[in-house]
């Protein structure tokens, strides 16, 4: 099963409008991260917030975490056409052999912004 | 800035055949990942590499093996290509920190198996 569940699988707005995303984890976390990717495209990491961080800005961005609730938000803000993608989180379940952890990523959440 | 390249960004192959999918990175990264990614199941790990020569087996490693024989390449091998192989194959590379760390994405492998 998903370790990471966004909501919605899918968002339209227009440009200017904020975008929220939701994601759903199941086990206990070090850290969760957003990727953005672009049709057809690989991933590009956009932040991580580490489980003892309630909320995190960059740019435009803004990232909450609720260890609690097991679930993070990934707001937009000011949306531009530019920000059309799909948004993945992705939370970390174990460390692997050698460093580094393990990311397990969601399903994705479609974000397309209309003119 | 880091990049990650693979050999190829459309491939078609037919049942059957031995399929080589190579990736490639220039930042000195010592982690390596392959993954397949469908629609509906996001992305899943098959196969990571932490060191030349030293592969570990992911989520879904059945019919993929790997190769890493230099520290900037890492190879993914479809020994016999089925239909059900068919998707976008995504390599990224890490720096082993524990706590903090992002993965470089290369910008995938679209393969058709018919």
């Known amino acids: 099963s998903q370790q990471g569940e966004e909501d919605p699988q899918a968002l339209s707005i227009q440009e200017g409008e904020n975008a929220t995303m939701n994601c759903s984890y199941k086990?206990?976390?070090?850290?969760l991260q957003w990727y953005r990717q672009n049709s057809g495209r690989g991933l590009v990491h956009l932040i991580l917030?580490?489980?003892?961080?309630r909320e995190k800005h960059s740019g435009r961005l803004r990232v909450t975490l609720d260890t609690s609730k097991k679930s993070s938000s990934l707001l937009i803000t000011a949306s531009r056409a530019a920000d059309t993608a799909s948004y993945f989180c992705a939370t970390d379940s174990r460390i692997l052999t050698g460093g580094g952890n393990k990311l397990t990523f969601g399903t994705g959440t479609q974000l397309k912004v209309e003119l | 800035d880091v990049k990650v390249t693979q050999s190829s960004r459309y491939l078609v192959k037919r049942t059957g055949e031995k399929v080589f999918l190579e990736c490639v990175q220039d930042m000195d990264h010592e982690n390596m990942f392959w993954y397949r990614q469908d629609p509906g199941l996001g992305l899943r790990l098959i196969y990571f590499s932490y060191d030349v020569k030293m592969k570990e087996k992911g989520d879904i490693p059945e019919g993929y093996s790997v190769s890493r024989e230099k520290k900037e390449r890492f190879s993914l091998i479809l020994e016999s290509a089925s239909t059900n192989q068919t998707s976008m194959y995504l390599c990224?590379?890490?720096?082993?920190?524990?706590?903090?760390?992002?993965?470089?994405f290369g910008p995938g492998t679209r393969l058709t198996v018919t």
């Open positions: 086990t206990s976390i070090n850290n």
């Open positions: 917030i580490r489980s003892n961080e």
């Open positions: 990224a590379s890490s720096l082993p920190r524990v706590s903090t760390y992002e993965q470089y």
